[in-house]
């Protein structure tokens, strides 16, 4: 399974950006999709996560600005960041999971550099 991110980048404070995440390589769909983020010199930390359902979660730091979305394609899931701040800088990874297998599927991407300057 190859999971591949795409859409950072250097944006001004109070702009806007759009990730993309792709899944490719499994027959599997999976059912819980997630964006983490990993400041310099910080533990990554969940930053939005959805089900296949449709049920969201977000840190509150990102609350009202950030929004996930699933894609047409499959395996595809989107981060739409609004309002950007400079502390919003970090490389931002894709998690896919299946979490109805019996043993552990879950995948990362490689990452990419989001950097909100002020």
């Known amino acids: 399974v190859q999971v591949a991110e795409s859409g950072g980048g250097l944006v001004q404070s109070g702009g806007s950006m759009n990730l993309s995440c792709t899944a490719s390589g499994t027959i599997f769909s999976f059912n819980n999709r997630a964006w983490y983020r990993q400041a310099p010199g910080m533990q990554r930390e969940l930053v939005a996560n959805?089900?296949?359902?449709?049920?969201?979660n977000y840190a509150d730091s990102v609350k009202g600005r950030f929004t996930i979305a699933s894609g047409d394609a499959k395996n595809t899931v989107y981060l739409q960041m609004d309002s950007l701040k400079p502390e919003d800088t970090a490389v931002y990874y894709c998690?896919?999971?299946?979490?109805?297998?019996?043993?552990?599927?879950?995948?990362w991407g490689q990452g990419t550099q989001v950097t909100v300057s002020s």
């Open positions: 959805m089900t296949i359902g449709g049920e969201t």
């Open positions: 998690f896919l999971k299946i979490t109805w297998l019996p043993d552990p599927y879950e995948f």
